[in-house]
């Protein structure tokens, strides 16, 4: 056992997010989302939600403060006509509990999202039920 490390952090994910350099990214995928098909690593978080493991993350993970936007999520597809997802709000009071401010965070287009994704360091596969709930995060330095 090791102290403050959350509980919701397996073994197998806590070696990838300590493996990760500056500049890797790592997706954090809802249910719905291909991470088999795009993960060059991929970590099974099976029975988890993505804010849980998000706020768990971010416990352990400096976000890249080389770059204005270390954050991303998937547009809605119909932007103009569809709401904002509610998952959104949640994800907005986590990284407010991190000092983490929304200008950090950027909304990229699904299939570039996609493509963005198939390079990632890593891909944290969740059960998400909520829709447009995945995101990117942009690991930093420890100074």
Not at 14 to 42: C, Q, T, W
Not at 104 to 124: G, L, P, T
Request: aromatic share 8%; charged share 25%; net charge negative.
């Amino acid at each position: 056992m090791l102290k403050n490390i959350p509980s919701i952090i397996s073994p197998e994910l806590l070696k990838i997010l300590h493996e990760m350099g500056h500049g890797d990214e790592i997706v954090i995928g809802d249910g719905n989302f291909p991470a088999s098909n795009y993960a060059n690593r991929l970590v099974r978080c099976d029975g988890h939600g993505v804010p849980e493991l998000l706020d768990a993350i971010l416990t352990l993970f400096p976000l890249d403060t080389f770059v204005e936007k270390p954050i991303s999520l998937m547009e809605v597809v119909n932007a103009d006509q569809d709401e904002k997802p509610e998952i959104w709000n949640t994800y907005q009071k986590k990284l407010k509990k991190h000092q983490i401010s929304k200008e950090q965070i950027e909304h990229e287009e699904r299939f570039s999202f996609y493509e963005r994704s198939k390079k990632a360091y890593a891909i944290v596969a969740t059960s998400e039920k909520a829709l447009y709930a995945n995101i990117i995060l942009k690991k930093g330095v420890i100074s």
